[in-house]
């Protein structure tokens, strides 16, 4: 029997070569490696243009993937904001009317501190009011007018005595109790106060309609100088309401006269001033003569024995 053969099978010169310069070549390299990672830690700033070459070869690229990324991101940026946009402009629009109502309460804050000041310079004005009060209710019926006050007796109110706003003539107190007291407006059917115009002595009586407006009558008849717009105010006849106070302005023109708008709206005023009968003796000599017997009533009576008269009947 033959030995076997020693011979490997696939045995090759040229397979020998290639492995004993791959060893070859790895071995160089890892040399080179070696020798490089020491120059390295001995001088790092040799390497600082090879490196620079490198950042070179490599931006482009860099840059490509950044302006991929930042696109890719604002584009999903863009599709979910699409989808958010409902919401966003909901929640905007809620800000927005809460920012409205505190803008409409802090301008009814600044309006009620004017209010609040003027009726300080009333308090501090020539005439001293009796007493500064709230009106908490009226009447709902449509030919009489009346307000409640929350001063009354003990606070110094008497019968008679005019009640003022900031802006101008609300009315005068009908009845008084304790805490309380009710009050004519201007606009009760059986109000009359005499007034003027603001800018000249055009004399006339401001009659109440029960709607809410007043009738201006002339008292001398003749061709009517009223014009839309003009000021009325107290004449001081009469005694209870101190002259030069506003009262109405002229919305239309009628043949005796006109029909005039409230300045001091009792619905929309919230405190009011008392103040005291501006000449109490005529007003005490006026209710003598109407209450003594046998007294004949005048045939043209003045402006002012008239006001009284048709407020005293108001009052009954």
């Known amino acids: 029997m033959a030995p076997p053969s020693s011979r490997r ?11 004993f310069t791959g060893y070859l070549l790895a071995g160089a390299g890892v040399v080179l490696g070696l020798a490089l990672l020491a120059l390295s830690l001995w001088q790092p700033s040799a390497f600082a243009p090879v490196r620079g070459v490198a950042s070179d070869v490599v931006a482009p690229v860099g840059t490509g993937g950044a302006v991929a990324r ?16 409902g919401q966003q ?17 802090a301008d009814a804050v600044t309006a009620e501190n004017r209010r609040l000041k003027s009726l300080l310079g009333l308090k501090e004005g020539e005439t001293k009011p009796v007493a500064m009060a709230r009106l908490v209710g009226s009447t709902a019926t449509s030919g009489r007018r009346h307000a409640y006050l929350s001063a009354g007796a003990n606070n ?8 003022v706003s900031e802006r101008g003539v609300v009315g005068r107190v009908l009845e008084t109790g304790r805490n309380s007291a009710r009050v004519l407006l201007l606009t009760d059917s059986e109000s009359v106060l005499p007034v003027r115009r603001a800018k000249d002595n055009v004399i006339a009586f401001a009659e109440g309609r029960g709607d809410g407006l007043l009738r201006i009558r002339l008292v001398n008849l003749g061709v009517n100088p009223l014009k839309i717009g003009d000021m009325m105010v107290t004449s001081g006849a009469g005694g209870y309401y101190r002259p030069g106070v506003a009262v109405a302005v002229i919305a239309k023109i ?6 005039a708008r409230l300045v001091a709206e009792p619905s929309a005023t919230n405190f009011v001033a008392v103040e005291p009968v501006f000449q109490p003796a005529a007003v005490a000599e006026l209710g ?7 007294a004949e009533p005048s045939a043209s009576p003045s402006p002012t024995t008239a006001a009284p008269r048709s407020d005293a009947a108001g009052e009954e």
């Open 9 to 19: 099978s696939g045995f090759s010169k040229k397979a020998q070569y290639s492995a």
């Open 70 to 85: 930042s696109g890719s991101q604002g584009f999903l940026d863009n599709i979910a904001g699409y989808f958010r946009a």
């Open 156 to 163: 110094g109110v008497r019968l008679g005595m005019a009640v």
């Open 288 to 294: 003598a003569q109407q209450a003594a017997p046998g």
């Open 254 to 259: 009628t043949p005796d006269g006109g029909i």
């Open 89 to 105: 402009n909901a929640a905007l629009r809620r800000e927005v009317e809460i920012a409205r109502i505190r803008l409409a309460e």
